[in-house]
């Protein structure tokens, strides 16, 4: 029975039975160590039932419907719409295993609201408060509610946010019961990671650039320190020179020239040399007579494309198919 086996090896088999060439796509996805433990269960696994074979592939269907259930309304809307399907027991047991594996992060709710409707529901709120919702959401969402927030409140978020480290899951439940939201079901029992560095460069990386150059202004007269520590991971459009002239030729194969006309509209002459000494001729010729014919342009547009473009150079780093130079002995490749 498929029940008989471990994770790992449900894992293998759902990998034979697909095939190699989707098995090698999912590979793509997982981490160097996760793909050595299944390439050697794979390798070990000699002969499977098809009726295994089938109930490995049911049950991969099933977490994949309750995680798409998920995305689109919440658990209880997951567990509704699979109870109809499964029944209660199988129900229960396809969404326990998701909880288990899935850490379903406080505030869910907040995930499916507009930032513009999220910004009245929080800004009267104590900033420490702002700080820990903002914490858990993704960046694009919080970034536009941190941008959004009056100037004087903006640096101060922004500092509790990278000071942020362990949240207790009582805190967490206080501050849902007073957004008149129950979600303490889906806490986890563990304290919770939430916030720092990484989290406010995320943020700041994607606001706009008068938003972050406040915020890093008024960081850098209160917390100097905390300032410096985050500028070091902060990456803005300029910090293109810090990229060699391979990791700039892999960026630019993935940025759309018009988008790349209108960042180096209003970029310093020394940016616009290195992007056009890794163009072809042709290509930089072209780029540079469009510009000439463009004319004046928004600010706002210039900025959104070069956000554009520094969103592919930290997807690139990400993925590690490009290493940006910051200075630290951490980057030395050899």
């Known amino acids: 029975m498929a029940s008989d086996y471990s994770g790992v090896q449900k894992a293998a ?19 160097e160590e996760e793909i050595e433990e299944l390439t050697l269960e794979i390798a070990n696994t000699r002969s499977v039932s098809p009726q295994d074979k089938e109930d490995v592939l049911n049950e991969f269907y099933q977490v994949c419907l309750a995680q798409q259930y998920i995305a689109e309304g919440g658990i209880g809307y997951a567990k509704e719409l699979l109870e109809k399907a499964l029944g209660d027991e199988k129900a229960q047991g396809v969404i326990a295993k998701l909880t ?17 409707q999220l910004l009245n529901f929080i800004q009267d709120e104590h900033p420490q408060t702002i700080a820990m919702i903002l914490s858990y959401l993704p960046a694009t969402q919080a970034s536009m509610v941190l941008g959004a927030l009056p100037p004087e409140k903006q640096a101060d978020v922004a500092r ?10 009582d805190v967490i439940k206080e501050v849902e019961r007073v957004l008149e939201r129950k979600l303490a079901s889906l806490v986890n029992q563990d304290y919770t990671i939430v916030g720092g560095i990484d989290a406010i460069v995320n943020i700041l990386n994607s ?13 850098e007269i209160e917390e100097p320190e905390l300032a410096d520590e985050i500028r070091k ?46 163009l072809s001729k042709r290509l ?20 959104e494309a070069q956000q554009k473009i520094v969103a592919v150079i930290r997807k690139l780093e990400d993925s590690a198919e490009i290493v940006i130079s910051r200075g630290g002995g951490d980057d030395i490749v050899v």
């Open 13 to 31: 088999i759902l990998l034979i039975t697909l095939g190699p060439e989707k098995a090698s796509t999912i590979f793509q996805h997982l981490k």
């Open 100 to 116: 288990a594996s899935l850490q379903v992060r406080p505030f869910e709710f907040v995930r499916k609201t507009e930032p513009s």
């Open 160 to 169: 509790r946010i990278a000071q942020m480290d362990r949240t207790s899951p």
């Open 207 to 219: 606001v706009d650039r008068t938003t972050e150059k406040h915020i890093m202004e008024s960081l």
């Open 233 to 278: 991971k902060m990456f803005v459009f300029e910090d293109i020179l810090l990229l060699d002239d391979r990791a700039i030729q892999r960026v630019l194969r993935d940025v759309d020239n018009a988008d790349l006309e209108l960042a180096l509209k209003s970029s310093t002459e020394e940016v616009q040399n290195v992007i056009f000494r890794n």
């Open 284 to 303: 930089a010729a072209m780029i540079k007579e469009d510009m000439d014919f463009m004319g004046p342009v928004r600010m706002k547009d210039v900025e």
